[in-house]
């Protein structure tokens, strides 16, 4: 889903508000970091005897402080699929306090699903985006009944291939939203269902609740039949009662009275849902006092003023702009609305010849002038921009909304026109800029996840920091986030295309990876194992979360690298961290427990072991002892290490291509790793025939 169903008028607040709390939820707690004060494993001592010098906390969950985001961290992050608690940021909470919550509009609704989730501990809320289920979520479990407290009730954000009730918080005391509406159903033979009727079940006892968001398009299957008893169909509330509250609510009490007014009658009859009342209370809370009129029309989109544009008489003769041509610059402008005329005017014949238009130089100048092309679609002309009017606010954006509604079988040849015209390098750099923030725009409202899709698909090359600028911002935005995060997560595991997994890489490797640190881990953990082994993109982007949170990788790396069979994800990352620059003094300090030790050595053996990695391992190791040999990286304890590394395999002389025929062998950095490996290999000999 992309977008909450509805926000509070205050949007840059809302905004701030998720990305500080989900900050502070991803932030790393230093009551882990006793690694950095164990030793290192000695010389001539066998690995599997070292001592354990250090192991991870493992704290009692409750609340949101320091020690439940541990906890959380400890037992959660990182280890493949995994739900994520988001604190609900406070704005969202005081929409659906009891003084501000409007009840749905059909009667009845709120109290049949209370009652099933007091009863079974979990409720399904099936509704469309946008009628207000979220609110109704929040209300519910904050109600006297459930005794959770505001402080206590979270978002679950979830990263996974399909729904699994394995992966939720075991918390008592919490109270969930979990937005389904845009997950394909699971398998038939998911028992998803019969899993979320036994998870509120077993949470009823510990007073943890849990609601689901579920569209009814997707919310169908076998595997729903076990939630029947729980789900509950919910409206949203009346759109006048909502827009009076929320005036009130933002300090605009005395605009109350113009919603009796006729201007707005026609709005009433139609009742739109929460997420459209809302955004009419902010219309009406920012209009002048004369301004009802343009609000409506501001409102509904500008609909009469958008048809009188497009529909616009013209004959169509010498010197004037045919239909198709006036409307095709009128979406151009909308999609560049203040860049060059010039770019305006190509993006309008590119998508004339999209639409296999002749533009062929003789009918580009029999056509109309540049001047009245831009005039007939009622373009306003400063210098070298162009604008569509300016006293009606939001226009532009209002003119794509209605192209894609007025037009909805065309809608693939719309976004592959659009990204095409951000792609093209005859559209200055500033200009292909406003186009990817009018595409990101028009998929919020649109709730239209193929249009990020095509700017993946489209931006390359020269232009793929316009699809990460544009995907990033998506990524932290509080409406698109959870989508564009899923979908990042998605092209992580599973693109075809080696162009997307680069995109995922230097997306999670910027201000994505900056912000939300674990979550960018997750998703480039999996793009690494698609990448090239050593790719230059995927180092810099773990140079970058190394240099900005260090505990964060770290604590990723100790994880990913703790199953016996390290999948070759995780060997794939543990590549690019030994040809960083930050790499090797990281993963050298992470190897100082006995535990972290044995995964060292079973990291490298693996990237040995596969033709694919092995020769950029092997050139790595190479650099490895240069850094120990200038002092870069602890002799003693590297030499440990590799003689590890290389000891249950001398006889395949692997340590050869390191060694060099002279007489001061014993003295070079891998004549110590061969002494060392060989005297281990003796003490082993040793105790196994004692």
């Not at 002279?662 to 040793?686: C, H, I, P």
Request: charged share 25%; with cysteine; net charge negative.
């Amino acid at each position: 889903m992309i977008g909450s169903d509805e926000e509070s008028i205050d949007y840059g607040h809302t905004n701030e508000t998720v990305i500080d709390a989900a900050e502070g939820q991803a932030g790393a707690s230093e009551a882990t970091d006793n690694w950095n004060a164990a030793a290192p494993a000695p010389i001539h001592e066998p690995a599997q005897q070292l001592p354990d010098r250090g192991h991870p906390v493992t704290f009692t969950a409750s609340g949101r402080g320091p020690t439940y985001q541990a906890w959380y961290q400890q037992n959660y992050m990182y280890l493949g699929e995994f739900v994520l608690p988001v604190p609900v940021p406070s704005v969202d909470l005081e929409a659906s306090s009891p003084e501000r919550y409007i009840m749905p509009r059909v009667e009845g609704q709120f109290e049949a699903a209370r009652q099933r989730l007091l009863k079974y501990g979990v409720v399904v809320l099936s509704a469309l985006p946008g009628t207000g289920r979220r609110t109704t979520a929040l209300r519910l479990l904050t109600t006297p009944e459930t005794a959770i407290s505001p402080d206590d009730t979270f978002d679950l954000e979830p990263e996974w291939a399909e729904p699994k009730a394995s992966l939720l918080p075991p918390d008592g005391g919490q109270g969930y939203v979990l937005d389904l509406s845009e997950t394909a159903s699971p398998s038939s033979q998911s028992h998803f269902g019969s899993e979320l009727a036994s998870y509120g079940k077993k949470g009823l006892p510990e007073e943890r609740f849990l609601v689901v968001l579920a569209n009814p398009e997707h919310w169908a299957g076998e595997w729903v039949e076990a939630t029947l008893d729980f789900t509950i169909e919910i409206s949203s509330p009346h759109a006048k009662d909502l827009v009076a509250g929320e005036l009130e609510a933002t300090g605009k009490p005395g605009r109350v009275d113009w919603l009796s007014r006729p201007e707005l009658a026609h709005v009433w009859k139609t009742d739109p849902p929460a997420r459209e009342a809302r955004r009419l209370a902010r219309i009406l809370a920012k209009a002048p006092e004369s301004g009802l009129a343009v609000a409506v029309d501001e409102f509904t989109g500008w609909h009469s003023h958008i048809d009188r544009m497009l529909n616009k008489h013209s004959n169509g003769g010498a010197g004037e702009p045919g239909l198709l041509s006036t409307r095709a610059t009128i979406w151009a402008g909308a999609l560049l609305d203040g860049g060059q005329a010039r770019s305006i005017l190509k993006a309008s014949d590119t998508l004339l010849g999209v639409l296999e238009i002749d533009r062929s130089p003789a009918e580009v100048l029999a056509d109309a002038t540049a001047s009245r092309r831009l005039s007939a679609a009622g373009l306003i002309v400063d210098g070298q921009r162009a604008y569509h009017a300016q006293d009606k606010h939001d226009l532009a954006s209002a003119i794509l909304v209605n192209l894609w509604e007025q037009f909805p079988t065309q809608s693939e040849l719309m976004r592959n026109w659009a990204a095409a015209v951000a792609a093209d390098p005859e559209i200055a750099d500033d200009d292909a800029h406003r186009v990817t923030s009018a595409l990101l725009d028009l998929a919020t409202r649109r709730q239209d996840g193929e249009i990020l899709d095509s700017i993946a698909a489209r931006l390359t090359n020269r232009r793929r920091y316009l699809a990460v600028e544009a995907l990033t911002e998506a990524a932290l935005n509080a409406e698109m986030g959870p989508y564009v995060r899923q979908q990042l997560y998605d092209w992580a595991k599973s693109s075809k295309f080696p162009e997307t997994t680069r995109l995922v890489v230097e997306i999670c490797g910027g201000t994505f990876g900056e912000r939300l640190p674990e979550r960018a881990l997750t998703r480039l953990r999996w793009a690494t194992g698609r990448s090239e082994p050593g790719s230059p993109h995927v180092i810099a982007a773990f140079e970058n979360l190394m240099a900005t949170a260090p505990d964060t990788v770290r604590k990723a790396i100790e994880a990913w690298l703790k199953p016996e069979k390290i999948d070759g994800s995780a060997l794939s990352v543990f590549l690019a961290l030994t040809c960083a620059e930050a790499g090797p003094p990281l993963l050298v300090a992470n190897a100082a427990t006995e535990s972290g030790h044995r995964d060292f050595v079973r990291a490298w053996q693996g990237l040995f072991d596969d033709a694919a990695t092995a020769p950029t391992a092997e050139s790595q190791a190479t650099r490895w002892s240069k850094l120990a040999e200038d002092g870069t990286l602890p002799t003693e304890e590297l030499i440990s290490l590799f003689a590890d590394v290389y000891r249950l395999d001398l006889a395949n002389n692997k340590l050869n291509r390191f060694l060099k025929d002279d007489d001061n062998l014993g003295d070079t950095f891998w004549g110590k790793v061969l002494m060392e490996a060989v005297y281990r290999n003796r003490q082993d000999s040793n105790h196994t025939d004692e």
